[in-house]
């Protein structure tokens, strides 16, 4: 098995500018390098050489859908045992779309070690992200004007603070590793 290395996921095929500045916030929050792949790729040639330097791997695309050699980027994080970040954008209205509990769903039936979600943009609602049931860990500025407004790379809009919701993340993936 390959060094356990946050994959950072959408639920459904995430617009790469909702995706892509909430990535690079994390990462830059967790250290090591973001890398880039997209779903269209061979989910197994990707993870079989996957190097173990540490940071994250940011996957665009749907990684639920099939691929043309087989399987799906879902099946495959579960069958290397990558620990896996869903990403979740609001609905215009600030609701969050039935695909979110529906790939959390997913994960579990595919094996996916599921470290947690994150929600990309909109307003924080803690009550509301309580009541759903699923593993939520906080959210990510996805604008990035707004994030370059503000100093410390948008700490300071961050509900839970950045470093905060790294903490957990980091938490949860050495639980997941010890199972």
Known sequence: MIAPIPFLVGAGPLPDARM???????????GGELSHHRCSENPHQVLGLLSSEGGMVRLSGDPAMLHPDGGSWLEALGAW???????VSPLPSGEIPGAAPAYVALCAALDVPLIGVLQ?????DLSLRRSDGLPWFGLLQDDPSALSAVPNGGCLQQEPPLEEVVAQLRRRLMLLSSD
């Open 20 to 30: 892509r500045p909430g990535c690079l916030l994390l990462a830059s929050a967790w």
């Open 81 to 87: 045992r990558q620990p896996t970040i869903l990403m």
């Open 120 to 124: 990309l943009g909109g307003s924080w």
